[in-house]
């Protein structure tokens, strides 16, 4: 791991535990490479809580300290704004008598120290068998742009997604799981929210499918992840846990991502992992490839035909341990290879 990546996971850690940095057994930070390493990871706003805690004299000065502030500052106010389109919404779904569950970012948020420095890109929305009904609400007589899995649209400039489908139907772990989280939906769960269990098989699903089909998996989202398994441990029997991921065939990536949020947010999350279905070497890949963002290797843009398509098949066996991670029936698997061979 590099100095820059070092210093970063610190700073992060010292925001998310609320902790002043000691930055005294490091050299001087390059804080320019720093603040463009957590701008591509998401978490710009979130280092910034740590630096703010540091005496004056050892934070950054200049213009990149004055680009740090005002994208702190970006972020909170779009925070604050997204928030209150959310009330909005909210209002409108009980008066019309619609249940509304919240989901990833903005339900997360509130796990966060401050929770207006966990970047939100858009408000994600579901109406248990209303999903018609929530557009309504939501855009009256307007028209949202529809794909396979939600509606998006657009209000008062924050974009809203409100999802027909909670996951992507393509895999079999996936209807297993959302057929699950739904049936919770009919038992006592936090108004407006997944119950924990259910959560966190949506969250898993959800982090898991950005490698399948995005091919990259956001540092932000090992941090939700981490966060959220610390915030809900006294809630989450470890046993029921395992035996809920067995049953949707997710036991190894839920094990793999567990240890490795465990160590992002330095908390000790051991009771829930079976060290058995994981390997130490594959772990360490992972963690490096997150921190790097470095999933697949680029194809030479001068390859063409047959040669480029012999790059990309070549580049991807060099990837077949993580299919250990990954949903695990040959259909899905077969998937998740053509839709990584377009990348």
């Known amino acids: 791991m590099d100095h820059t990546t070092e210093l970063m996971l610190q700073l992060l850690r010292c925001s998310l535990n609320c902790q002043q940095p000691s930055l005294s057994h490091f050299s001087t930070p390059d804080w320019e490479k720093i603040y463009w390493l957590s701008r591509k990871h998401g978490v710009v706003t979130m280092v910034y809580d740590a630096i703010e805690r540091l005496p004056e004299p050892e934070r950054p000065q200049g213009d990149i300290a004055l680009s740090w502030e005002l994208s702190a500052e970006r972020t909170r106010f779009h925070f604050a704004h997204q928030a209150q389109v959310l009330e909005s919404i909210k209002k409108k779904a009980s008066e019309a008598g619609v249940q509304l569950i919240l989901l990833k970012g903005m339900s997360l948020a509130k796990l966060y120290p401050r929770p207006d420095s966990r970047a939100c890109g858009d408000i994600d929305i579901y109406f248990p068998g209303n999903y018609k009904k929530g557009n309504e609400i939501i855009l009256g007589n307007q028209s949202a742009t529809l794909d396979g899995k939600h509606a998006e649209m657009e209000i008062d400039g924050v974009t809203v997604e409100n999802h027909l ?24 769960h936090p108004e407006g929210e997944l119950s924990p269990t259910a959560n966190m098989v949506y969250l898993l699903m959800h982090t898991v499918s950005h490698l399948t089909a995005k091919v990259k998996l956001p ?23 395992h035996n809920l991921m067995q049953e949707i065939g997710m036991e190894p990536a839920f094990n793999a991502l567990t240890l490795i949020a465990g160590k992002l947010v330095e908390t000790d999350l051991s009771a829930y992992i079976n060290k058995n279905s994981i390997k130490t ?23 063409h035909g047959f040669k480029r398509l012999s790059a990309r098949l070549q580049r991807h066996k060099q990837r077949r341990w993580l299919y ?12 998740t290879n053509i839709t990584q061979l377009k990348h």
């Not at 895999?171 to 038992?187: C, F, G, M």
């Open 219 to 241: 540092l932000r989202n090992m941090l939700d992840w981490g966060v959220f398994m610390r915030s809900y441990q006294g809630q989450l029997n470890p046993k029921d846990c």
């Open 165 to 188: 489908h909670l996951l992507d139907l393509n895999y079999q772990s996936q209807r297993k799981a959302e057929e699950y989280i739904i049936n919770s939906l009919k038992e006592a």
């Open 281 to 303: 070497k594959d772990i360490e890949r992972l963690y490096n490839m997150i921190l790097n963002q470095e999933f697949l290797p680029p194809v030479p843009k001068d390859l």
């Open 324 to 335: 250990r991670y990954l949903p695990s029936t040959r259909a899905e698997r077969f998937h």
